[in-house]
């Protein structure tokens, strides 16, 4: 199927699990409670962040009353209790993940969500069989677009970082993997319809459209709008 080497590197929200709907509608849901209405477009600008670097933002954009760690807490509790009760595949990402197992296609997982709702989801769908490395938001010191994440996930594969396909859905997900070296399979979604994805070596509408001759394709730079 690709090289010898090859790895492929799955953001999770967006790409493999409808979450950011989810995410969004916590959000949401706490900011309401203190006056604020929070709009998808609004939502939009922190895909693909870090809890932490969210809330604080979003705290010193409206003025919130509460401290960072009740947000926090608020958030992760919900976000936890929704991948457990509510988090659905997205098209094609079980039979794509099972192809490139059946394979033997090293897989990882770089997300920026935590640990905890990492687990949740992986768990309540039944995907945690497919990946032989998971890399979580919390497991590294900075966020996506910066590197760190993919780097690291292709270090737990033993992969080079060139060897790699990473899948992403966001522009800060395109940047962390792309610095990091690694071709980019963008998956459009309605929630970053709209967003800027060109940097991306290739870009499809789902994960039944990934053409597995591209793993193992090193850092083509085969560009589509």
Known sequence: ?????????????????????????????????????????????????????????????????????????????????????????????EALLALLAEAAVPLALASSSNREWVDAALDSLGLRRFFD??????????????????????????????????VEDAPAGIASARAAGMSVVAVRTPMTDGLPLTEANWIIDSLADFDPAWVGAGAVEQRVN
Do not use: N
Not at 36 to 52: A, I, S
Not at 67 to 86: L, N
Not at 153 to 163: C, D, I
């Open 133 to 166: 490395q998971t890399v979580a938001g919390d497991e590294v010191s900075r966020g996506k677009p910066d590197p760190e994440i993919y780097l690291r996930a292709a270090e737990r594969l033993g992969a080079a970082p060139g060897s790699c396909v990473a």
């Open 1 to 93: 199927m690709g090289a010898s080497g090859a790895a492929v590197i799955f953001d999770m929200d967006g790409v493999l699990v409808d979450g950011e709907p989810l995410h969004y509608e916590v959000v949401r849901r706490l900011l309401a409670e203190e006056g604020v209405e929070f709009g998808m477009d609004d939502y939009q600008r922190y895909l693909g962040t870090t809890l932490e670097s969210t809330w604080s933002d979003l705290r010193e954009r409206y003025g919130l009353s509460r401290s960072y760690e009740w947000y926090a807490a608020a958030y992760d509790r919900e976000v936890v209790r929704s991948y457990r009760e509510e988090a659905e595949l997205l098209p094609g990402a």
